[in-house]
């Protein structure tokens, strides 16, 4: 009898290593029945699915669910999941008068949520431009169609997602990208609800075995840039440059990389308190 397990995480190219191993029944060989959600809306909207107990387990941007761990959400990061930073596009309608950075300083940022790292990230960008990042004004969008929308009627003047994902709206024209900018700290974790990892620590334990094994030998998987590059709608150059500068961890955060995030995330007032390390790491 297989044990299912709720597992969510954005529709992006970081996850396959998730994928494979799902479709390979890797999970399925030990008994567990491992469901994956797609999350278009990303962090903000997992961080409540764990809150809500509507899944077990996510994969999830390091700043959104230390925030939520901080703000009461009872979940714990059991371990960090890529550990590069993520690379922030920030972009405008292609045919906006945006030219550069500064021309976005008193302007309206989209979001997909409140809490969602869209947001988080337009305060990162904003304290790196020396602007006062409480003028900073948000138009919730909830997904990269709904900021298509507001980009482009003008209910928003720029938006910060993952380049690699908005790189085909560059190529079509419909965004342009003024600049990047990537996070601070690594970017995805791996977070589980409290009541789930105290119930079932062995199988927290069997999964991260199972997906570490693959995201080790990853990017040595034989034309892994054409099945990344076919399955998300990327030219191969694009992958492959993806693939240079994003790095997967098979460990737990570290103690002072937990303490730099925390800096962080106080600095830019995305916390208003420091958090012991044990309240948020198992």
Known sequence: MSKTIKIAGVPEHFNLPWHMCIEDGEFDAVGIDLEWTDVPEGTGKMCQMLRDGETDIAVILTEGIM??????NPSKIVQVYVKSPLIWGIHVAANSNYKTLADLEHKKVAISRFGSGSQLMSIVNAENQNWDTNNLQFEVVNTIDGA????????????MWERFMTQPLVDQGIFRRIDDCPTPWPCFVIAV?????EKNPKVIEQILEIINTTTEEFKIIPSIDRTLASKYNQEVDAIQEWLKVTNWSQKQMTTPTFD?????LLKLQ???KKVAKEAILI
Do not use: P
């Open 67 to 72: 925030k939520d761990i901080a703000a009461g």
């Open 148 to 159: 298509v929308e507001a980009l482009t009627s003008g209910k928003a003047d720029y938006f």
């Open 193 to 197: 609800r409290d009541e789930f990892l």
């Open 260 to 264: 730099k995030i925390m800096e962080q």
């Open 270 to 272: 995305i916390i208003d």
